[in-house]
């Protein structure tokens, strides 16, 4: 008997351990309801959402427009409120709303930048707020400006900065105060593909750095590049968490692109669709579910065929959402 308490409570301890030290914030049952005028129909945005994001994890936050990220997020900066369930942090992030905020950096969706400062005043004003030391501030702005190759307009007040210096400007914002969990709300919309990429690399790094990371997309492939985990709204409600690799893989929709230097087709039911690539070489292409590669290649194989290009085509988001439906 005594064994069993015993054994018990140590579970009780392990457990409560395993959740204060790992766990950087939890939905428990969020549901969000938004009311308008007395005579209009509540509209619910969240709808019983549960969700964990751990320690040192960067966390993809998927969903179509409209799916609830942007509510999710402002539930998690404390813009409002949920309107039932309950949102619960870790103790490392501080003890109330004031002191997570100086632990959070945070990139909105549609930030506000003052026109007639310039980038550095700008940052410096931000920096000041979150009390940090001027010598410090000028010290991480260098060295995210040189990172984000932002430098050469620090000086320029920010009504001239162009959409991607902006998005630049604002991520170097929520990272000025060095925080331990950084929200981020579509981060990577209106970049071009060389900001993307450096974006990315930026995530990544700060991820090796032991920082917990939580950005929203609707592009499976700039989550999927950047994360190992994933949370998928739709509607408002909770359709997936957990790995992304497994989230892809599962789909069987995920196919293949197979470029064949062949003179005998190969079987109709091995593949999709067919097109050809170049005729005078006898070079076609074919579009192979993933589950049917290892005999596809085999067939060619067997008809002496020359397999030029093998790549994936990883599924949209509309193809992922249906697939957990179904
Ligand atoms: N203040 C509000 N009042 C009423 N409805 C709202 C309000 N804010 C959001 N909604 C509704 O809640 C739903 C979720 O909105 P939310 O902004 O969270 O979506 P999202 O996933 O961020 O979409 P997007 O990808 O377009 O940014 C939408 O249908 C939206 O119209
Ligand atoms: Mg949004």
């Keep these: 008997m005594f064994v069993t308490v015993v054994h018990l409570f140590l579970i009780l301890v392990y457990n409560s351990i395993k ?45 179509a427009n409209g799916a609830g990220k942007t509510t999710s997020i402002k539930i998690i900066m404390n813009f409002i409120s949920p309107t039932s369930g309950e ?11 004031v002191e997570r905020f100086s632990n959070i950096g945070f990139f909105p969706e549609r930030p506000y930048f003052y026109p007639h400062l310039t980038g550095r005043e700008f940052i410096g004003y931000l920096g000041q707020l979150n009390k940090v030391e001027r010598s410090l501030i000028e010290k991480r702005l260098a060295f995210w400006a040189e990172k984000l190759r932002l430098t050469f307009a620090l ?59 939580f950005f929203s997309s609707h592009i499976v492939s700039d989550i999927e590049e950047v994360c190992k985990k994933v949370i998928v709204l739709e509607s408002g409600k909770l359709m997936y968490q957990g790995s992304i690799s497994e989230l892809i893989e599962k789909d069987s929709h995920t196919y293949l692109t197979i470029r064949v230097k062949i003179n005998e087709q190969p079987a109709k039911d ?18 192979v579910e993933k589950r049917l590669q290892d005999k596809f290649l ?15 085509i990883n599924p949209t988001l509309e193809e992922i959402i249906y697939k957990i439906k179904n």
Excluded at 88 to 96: A, I, S
Excluded at 179 to 201: C, N, T, W
Excluded at 298 to 312: A, D, M
């Design 298 to 312: 085999t067939e060619i194989l067997k008809l002496g065929g020359n397999i030029l290009f093998l790549g994936v």
């Design 270 to 287: 091995l593949y999709l669709k067919s097109q050809i690539f170049d005729q005078s070489q006898g070079i076609y292409e074919y579009e």
């Design 87 to 97: 949102i619960v942090f870790d103790k490392k992030l501080g003890n109330n709303t």
């Design 19 to 63: 959740w204060n030290g790992r766990s950087m914030f939890k939905f428990k049952n969020i549901s969000k309801e938004y009311k308008g005028h007395f005579w209009e129909k509540k509209f619910v945005a969240l709808d019983n959402v549960s969700l964990s994001v751990d320690e040192g994890e960067v966390v993809g936050f998927l969903g």
């Design 155 to 213: 000086d320029r007040k920010i009504r001239s900065y162009s959409k991607g210096m902006l998005q630049r400007l604002g991520f170097i914002s929520a990272n000025i105060h060095d925080p331990k969990l950084i929200v981020l709300d579509e981060p990577l919309s209106g970049l071009d593909p060389v900001g993307r990429k450096e974006f990315k690399d930026t995530l990544k790094y700060l991820s090796e750095n032991g920082k917990t990371i």
